[in-house]
């Protein structure tokens, strides 16, 4: 019962992310809103439950092979990407490098800056 | 018992859910113990293996995508659920997310600046077409958000889909060399910027491969890339006069 629990919550505050999406007409996805609604109750909450623990840690350890379906996607489009092949390839790898270095970075420098601050006052 | 019958059987199978959804289980396993095999290289990651491997599959028994992602979908449909219960880690962390909201508002916005400018610079160097160019633009945002930004701005959005699945899987592979390379020890950090640059695909890598904490970070990060793209690259490419 405790996985039936678990994922009926999950999927309720998905349905209610994606009523959120449709009638606010935003452009963001259902469950990323469904994600900031279920936070907000588990923070007025204040613990996990049991149940949703269990079904929700069950479905983020196979996270990566939910992703496998929409990934075969890319045969679909072999024929536009390898029209731009090389234009795409170079700018996917140098822009992605960039990202990574440039955020990893900004975020580790201001986060020491921090630290130091806060135990040097 | 007559063999005549083996390939009819196969006629009917391939286009029954059930071929795709075995498929995809059989090719990850397979693909997760060639990674363990391998050493667990990054640049073998179970997904893009996996991915490799049904597209082959696919390519040989003629099964087009449409009729495969009739059975897959059914693994497809989780991803909804999975993105709800990122709330769950990012609520395990939260006094850590509390302690460093600014560092994370103020590398949210630097990274995105970096993807969206660098991706646009650098495609409009070498001549892209306007479209892949407005395409690609988004390719860092977890692929719902992205196809909707890509038709917003002029691109086109199954496109943009099959972008931002690369660059997943770029990120994962670069991502945790780029890390090591820069001495970047601090879960957070690392996570973050998996969950940024390489959106859902990087928050599963982070939680296969770099725990918890780090997998919180990713999902907060790729969240809030979402949003903040969203609203930043319509602006960006008006800037830019594109």
Redesign the interface.
Known sequence: MPLIVG?SL??G??FI?ELLARGLA???????L??????LA??IHGR?PSA??H???G???Y???????????????AQ??MA?L???G???????????????????W??QR?LRRGTGA | MNIVALDQLWVYLSGHPLVSLLATLVAFITASWLNRKMGGTPLLHPVILSIALLIGFLLLAGIDYSTYFEGAQFIHFLLGPATVALAIPLYDHLERVRAMLMPILLACCAGIVTAVGSTIGLAALMGAAPETLLSLAPRSVTSPIAMGIAEQVGGIPSLAAGLVLLTGSVGCALGPWILRLMRIEDPSVQGFTMGLAAHGFGTAHCFASMGAMAGAFAGLGMALTGLLTAFLLPLMTTLLGL
């Open positions: 994922m999950l999927l505050c998905q992310g935003v452009p963001v996805p259902g469950p990323v469904g994600m900031l609604v279920l936070l588990l923070m996990v949703l623990r079904s929700g840690e479905l983020l350890r996270l990566t092979l939910l992703f496998v379906p929409a990934g075969v996607g890319v045969m679909v489009h536009l990407i731009d090389w234009v795409i170079v700018t996917l790898v140098v822009s992605t490098a960039l990202t990574l270095a440039v955020t990893a970075k900004v975020m580790s201001l986060s921090r």
